[in-house]
């Protein structure tokens, strides 16, 4: 299980991945999710712990289900 | 994909199956992922949203990769 001080660094790295597959740059992927570049930036970046609640705004932005936000999260 | 307003509670309906299963009490379970009883109530009843730093603990007091917290959880 990934130990929780390193959550944020591959939960970032991954959400980059999908951002990326999407085709949006992090400005037009931060508007679609009404939150702001720079915050959206530190979660990228693993700068910043999310609530469950911006996750599941995220994953309706991308169109996924919650869970596919971590399913390629280390074991 | 839930709506942000209801995965707290989604999660925590979900989070108390796995304690169940586990066969702890809301304070034993406290205990463990090292975070007070008061507060662990709050996330079982929805009224709180935790953070994945917090997600990554409880995963790992369970023993099951973070992403099975989700895996249940309404499309």
Redesign the interface.
């Known amino acids: ?8 660094y591959y ?1 970032g790295n991954n959400l980059r991945k999908f951002r990326e597959a999407k085709g949006c740059s992090q400005e037009e992927f931060a508007e679609i999710c009404k939150i702001s570049r720079a915050y959206y930036g530190r979660i990228e970046r693993g700068e910043h ?9 995220i ?2 932005a991308l ?9 390629d ?1 280390p ?1």
Do not use: R, W, Y
């Open positions: 299980m990934i130990s929780p001080d390193k959550i944020n939960f712990s999310i609530t469950i609640e911006k996750c599941a705004l994953a309706q169109g996924i289900h919650i869970s596919v936000l971590f399913t999260l074991d």
